[in-house]
């Protein structure tokens, strides 16, 4: 059983919308509902796929999108980046900047709801984005706010879950819109602005519904050309 097993977005959707979509779930509302209601929702450690795909890069800025309860901002921070976490929720803010100040390092931390339509400054090295599932017509929107925010040369890392884990669980078949594969998200990216380096379908073991099970991921690394 991986060490990874409550990785830190585990589900963020959950067995609460298996009849179908909530759209109260990308609120801040149901987010700080959602995160006061308990001491923890995720693990505390980064994401697996955070550490894989940025240990290479040299430290710059960067944005840590949906940031949650911190845990991938304060990994980059300790790797020497100038972070920013935002999330909608001010309670997550609220246990990140715990989490940063139990750490000893220093993190920005901004409300922003980028369902919503609100933007980041075109200011990052690195804009990641972990396990963010907006409405699927948003899906194209939203690539292109968050690859506005990443400077020429600068890395644009999205992650989400793949599909095919829900595909084969009839109850939340209503959730398989959200979940984009590596080409649905290199769809929306213009390859005359995108250099692609990452476009795969990863697998790792996670509890899922208390039992352990492989899971998979969808990784995009572009960096930004121009």
């Known amino acids: 059983m991986s060490e990874h097993q409550h ?45 894989e795909q940025a240990a290479d ?7 840590d999108v949906g940031c949650g309860e911190g845990a991938d901002a304060v990994w980059l921070a300790r790797q020497g980046w100038q972070v920013t976490g ?3 929720s001010r309670v997550a803010l609220e246990r990140g900047a ?9 993190v920005e931390w901004r409300q922003v709801d980028l369902v919503a339509g609100e933007g980041l400054p075109a200011a990052y090295d690195l804009v990641s ?5 907006p409405p699927a017509e948003l899906l194209g929107d939203l690539l292109r706010r968050l690859g506005e925010a990443v400077r020429p040369g600068g890395t644009l890392l999205f992650v989400g879950h793949h599909p095919r884990d829900l595909a084969a669980r009839d109850q939340h078949a209503a959730m398989l819109p959200l979940m984009p594969t590596p080409e649905q998200v290199v769809a929306h990216l213009d390859p005359q602005v995108w250099d692609v380096r990452v476009a795969d379908v990863q697998a790792r073991e996670q509890l899922v519904e208390g039992r352990p099970a492989t899971v998979h991921d969808s990784v ?6 121009r």
């Not at 715990?98 to 220093?106: D, K, L, T, Y």
């Not at 984005?129 to 599932?133: Q, R």
């Open 220 to 225: 995009v690394r572009a960096v930004r050309a």
């Open 129 to 133: 984005a972990h396990f963010l599932h």
């Open 86 to 88: 935002v999330d909608v």
């Open 7 to 51: 990785e830190q977005h585990e589900h963020r959707h959950g067995d609460d919308h298996d009849r179908g979509i909530d759209p109260a779930m990308w609120t801040a509302a149901f987010w700080d509902e959602r995160y006061g209601g308990t001491d923890a929702v995720w693990s505390g450690r980064p994401n697996r796929r955070l550490v």
């Open 98 to 106: 715990a989490h940063a100040a139990e750490a000893g390092v220093a």
């Open 57 to 63: 890069l040299p430290p710059g800025t960067a944005v």
